[in-house]
T-cell receptor, first 111, second 114 residues
Framework: GENVEQHPSTLSVQEGDSAVIKCTYS??????FPWYKQELGKRPQLIID?????GEKKDQRIAVTLNKTAKHFSLHITETQPEDSAVYFC??????????FGTGTRLKVLA | SAVISQKPSRDICQRGTSLTIQCQVD?????MFWYRQQPGQSLTLIAT?????????ESGFVIDKFPISRPNLTFSTLTVSNMSPEDSSIYLC???????????FGSGTRLTVV
């Protein structure tokens, strides 16, 4: 079945620096890749997503890139702020619409 | 996107008992899913809740342990049966509105079994 690997598991950056989180998926039929942010004790919130017919998508300080050939996609956060501190999950989905989540990355932005 | 209300938000239960978690959506969602998230871990899919038919369970999850109902397109329940301490976790429902691929999550139920 589908498997999604996510790295790193923890990431500390200085405020204002960039953060990059990487995911690799196994099922070449995967066609949709969302990223969720989960703050402590809260529900996961969608922050950005990308479909397989697009290589890159940007929304203000957040961007996602997709390399279908290599089967990996990445989240880029620029000009990080303390409120970016949270756990980030990538996911992959096929036409069944089930999400398979990565293992999560705990991002800590140091002021 | 849809808004999902989930209850209870938390509960402490005795081993051997059962707990039913409810999710109510403010609009009709084509698909609903139930996830488990153990502390500090990722989200693991338990099952897809199918409207008007039996849920589709993922490997490692069975209907006798996690019976699911979905009587209509806005409501679903998950029951955690015959609970043991290993069932202590956060349980989340999620829903998807056609034709959007995007999920919305409920607020989660933090279950502690003692």
């Amino acid at each position: 079945g589908e498997n999604v690997e996510q790295h790193p598991s923890t990431l500390s950056v200085q405020e204002g620096d960039s953060a990059v989180i990487k995911c690799t998926y196994s099922d070449s039929a995967s066609n949709y890749f969302p990223w969720y942010k989960q703050e402590l004790g809260k529900r996961p919130q969608l922050i950005i997503d990308i479909r397989s017919n697009v290589g890159e998508k940007k929304d203000q300080r957040i961007a996602v890139t997709l390399n279908k050939t290599a089967k990996h996609f990445s989240l880029h956060i620029t000009e990080t702020q303390p409120e970016d501190s949270a756990v980030y999950f990538c996911a992959a989905s096929t036409g069944t619409y089930k999400y398979i989540f990565g293992t999560g990355t705990r991002l800590k932005v140091l002021a | 996107s849809a808004v999902i209300s989930q209850k209870p938000s938390r509960d402490i239960c005795q081993r051997g008992t059962s707990l039913t978690i409810q999710c109510q959506v403010d609009s009709q969602v084509t698909m609903m899913f139930w996830y488990r998230q153990q502390p500090g871990q990722s989200l693991t899919l338990i099952a897809t809740a199918n409207q008007g038919s039996e849920a589709t369970y993922e490997s490692g999850f069975v209907i006798d342990k996690f019976p699911i109902s979905r009587p209509n397109l806005t409501f679903s329940t998950l029951t955690v049966s015959n609970m043991s301490p290993e069932d202590s976790s956060i349980y989340l429902c999620s829903g998807r509105v056609d034709p959007d691929y995007r999920y919305t999550f409920g607020s989660g139920t933090r279950l502690t079994v003692v």
